[in-house]
């Protein structure tokens, strides 16, 4: 009676198992976390929190082959989106708002689509992860094609929601990146590139906001700055892509141009002003004496890429990079 009463109110597939998955299993250390005074409970986090490091060193080859991919897309035309539901699919949508501001990339380049759309930023939506065709709806809405990369993020390596877009990326030939927190036997995942993250049993049982969402956060950080990194978004290490739009963007350009081209304040702001904000030229112009027009046209030339455009005019201005 128990049991018929249960299905009466849960709707779920109540043989649905998923207690043998790494990231649901019972984490030793942590037993009696409730019963521990709280600087031991701050040192077992800290000392668990190391592992995520590890765990992306670990997948060190894959997450290499997927940069390079996504770049050679991304050169042609493609775009790349991450595709999560509920932490999985917050920490797509993080790093996804980060790259137009830090890199000045177009708002559609990298995107990214959780389950149950906005609103489930900031309040709860689960059961939409459950939804297979949910996925398929809403890449299409975005236009997804053979030209774009996926992301399908998964810690537990068994949403619905994230499967069947990748299950979907496949039959259009885009390219499809699977990034899990669990053994390729316990959870196999439809994608070319395979990046699993094993970060172990979370502390707080199947808690995966934790060790599986800082492992994905530092996987993505690392995937997306270095592609910005190969399409010419950096020289040295600044960002010379920055999008100066607050006053913080502003003093970071300043100083870029200080340290570079050894402008100072009123040099940099008139180089910006020539630009409209662009420190990337304004460094070209700084060193070349070329006009705008010139700038322009020799930096799409070599695709935005500054080294080269620098090198090709025979640059002999020291850089302080």
Do not use: W
């Not at 112009?285 to 090709?312: C, M, V, W």
């Amino acid at each position: 009676m128990k049991d018929s009463s249960m299905r009466g109110k849960y709707k779920f597939d109540l043989n649905y198992d998923r207690g043998e998955l790494l990231t649901e299993q019972n984490n030793p250390k942590s037993i009696n976390i409730d019963k521990i005074p709280t600087k031991e409970i701050v040192e077992l986090f800290n000392k668990e929190d190391q592992l995520p490091q590890l765990a992306v060193k670990k997948a060190i080859p894959e997450i290499t082959r997927a940069i390079d991919e996504i770049t050679l897309r991304l050169k042609s035309e493609g775009r790349l989106f991450y595709l999560g539901a509920g932490t999985s699919g917050r920490i797509g949508v993080i790093d996804a708002a980060e790259c137009p501001p830090t890199f000045c990339t177009p708002p559609d380049l990298v995107q990214a689509i959780i389950a149950g759309g906005t609103e489930s930023l900031i309040s709860s939506s689960e059961g939409k992860e459950d939804i297979e065709k949910l996925a398929k709806e809403d890449l299409k809405k975005k236009y997804f094609s053979n030209k774009d990369c996926l992301i399908g993020i998964t810690a537990g390596g068994t949403t619905p929601y994230v499967k069947s877009g990748l299950v979907y990326a496949k039959e259009l030939k885009a390219l499809s990146i699977a990034i899990s927190c669990v053994p390729y036997d316990q959870a196999p995942l439809p994608c070319e590139i395979d990046i699993r993250l094993l970060t172990g049993p979370e502390l707080i049982v199947g808690s995966t906001r934790l060790k599986a969402g800082t492992a994905t956060k530092m996987a993505l950080n690392i995937i997306s700055s270095a592609v910005m990194i190969r399409l010419g978004k950096v020289l040295g290490n600044r960002m010379v892509d920055v999008a100066v739009t607050n006053k913080k963007l502003l003093d970071r350009s300043l100083r870029i141009l200080k340290d570079v081209v050894d402008a100072d304040k009123d040099q940099a702001i008139s180089l910006l002003n020539q630009t409209n904000g662009s420190v990337k030229l304004a460094i070209l112009i700084a060193i070349s004496n070329l006009d705008i027009e010139q700038a322009k046209s020799l930096l799409s030339t070599f695709d935005g890429h500054l080294r080269p455009a620098l090198e090709y005019i025979n640059c002999q201005h020291k850089l302080y990079i």
